[in-house]
């Protein structure tokens, strides 16, 4: 069965930490590694991967997929207040994209 | 920016009543979605649909769950006879091409009492 299994489950740090978040995956016909934040509402599309080793960055924010050893990270430096939210890590199926539990980050001022 | 737009963004029906959720998605997407995800819980798969059909569900999405495209634009999800472990927030995706990535819409509260 196909699974996707994020860690830790929840987080809290200081203003100006680093953090690594964790995602692994065991899925048939793997073709991309999403990584979504959701606030309040409706997840919001942050990365996908296809190639393992080749790091996408957006500003603070980075990830990179490993696809031998099956897992993808999610870091995020210098964190804000802003960055509280759950973090989802999504791996493409048949059809479909399977979502993990998500880290719920929690950056306290 | 395009967006995927949901209606109602809170609904509130009696046990055992029949809802239709509505989904607008992207004008040229292809690919279709209904996620559901029960406060506090992991954002699950109900049904994809794809070429006027539907191409894969879960096993949560019964004999009580139905999808319809009535008119080429919105996409509508149907619960027939709501149960309480219904109530969740229930959020449309499209994509435009398999593996470019989901867009969600806001999503639709749903509370059964």
């Known amino acids: 069965e196909d699974k996707v299994v994020q860690s830790p489950l929840s987080l809290v740090v200081h203003e100006g930490d680093t953090v690594t978040l964790n995602c692994s995956y065991e899925?048939?016909?793997?073709?991309?590694l999403l990584w979504y934040k959701q606030e309040k509402k409706a997840p919001t599309f942050l990365f996908m991967l296809?190639?393992?080793?080749i790091e996408k960055k957006s500003g603070r924010l980075s990830s990179i997929l490993d696809k031998k050893e099956l897992f993808s990270i999610l870091n995020i430096t210098a964190t804000q207040t802003g960055d509280s939210a759950v973090y989802l890590c999504?791996?493409?199926?048949?059809?479909?994209?399977?979502f993990g539990t998500g880290t719920r980050l929690k950056v306290l001022a | 920016e395009p967006e995927v737009t949901q209606t109602p963004s809170h609904q509130v029906t009696q046990m055992g009543q029949e809802v239709i959720l509505r989904c607008v998605p992207i004008?040229?997407?292809?690919?279709f979605y209904w996620y559901r995800q029960i406060l506090g819980q992991k954002v699950e798969f109900l049904v994809s649909?794809?070429?006027?059909?539907?191409?894969?569900k879960s096993e949560i999405f019964d004999d009580q769950f139905s999808v319809e495209r009535p008119d080429g634009s919105n996409f509508t999800l149907k619960i027939r006879s709501t149960k309480l472990e219904d109530s969740a927030m229930y959020f449309c995706?499209?994509?435009?091409?398999?593996?470019?990535?989901?867009?969600f819409g806001s999503g639709t509260r749903l509370t059964v009492v």
């Open positions: 995706a499209s994509m435009q091409e398999y593996n470019y990535g989901y867009t």
């Open positions: 649909f794809y070429n006027n059909e539907i191409s894969e």
């Open positions: 004008s040229n997407h292809l690919y």
């Open positions: 296809t190639s393992s080793g």
């Open positions: 899925v048939t016909n793997f073709r991309s």
């Open positions: 999504a791996t493409s199926g048949t059809y479909k994209y399977i």
